[in-house]
């Protein structure tokens, strides 16, 4: 699947340092390589998913709302919305 990243995101991981930006890149090639590893938001964040990776000793949450069901046989894009630590 692609990645499709919403401006937040984008603009984080410009200012990151340049190991910061590979670390997340590999966690963006995770959660497109299966959507479903993360954990799912219940409550008012319905259909947000929250992955965790760490770097350098530091946990950081990547949120990413990935396709459903039948969007997935349409081959649509996963959208990751936002970073934090």
């Known amino acids: 699947m692609k990645a499709q990243f919403k401006r ?8 990151a340092r340049k190991p910061l930006q590979l670390a997340i890149q590999d966690a963006v090639d995770t959660v497109c390589a299966n959507p479903d590893i993360g954990e799912a938001k219940i409550g008012d964040l ?8 760490k770097f350098q000793r530091q946990e950081y949450l990547m949120a990413y709302r990935p396709p459903t069901v039948e969007q997935r046989r349409q ?11």
Do not use: M, N, Q, R
């Open 8 to 15: 937040p995101f984008s603009l984080y991981v410009k200012k």
């Open 46 to 53: 319905t259909g947000i998913w929250i992955y965790k990776f």
């Open 75 to 85: 081959s649509t894009d996963i959208e990751f919305l936002a970073i934090d630590f």
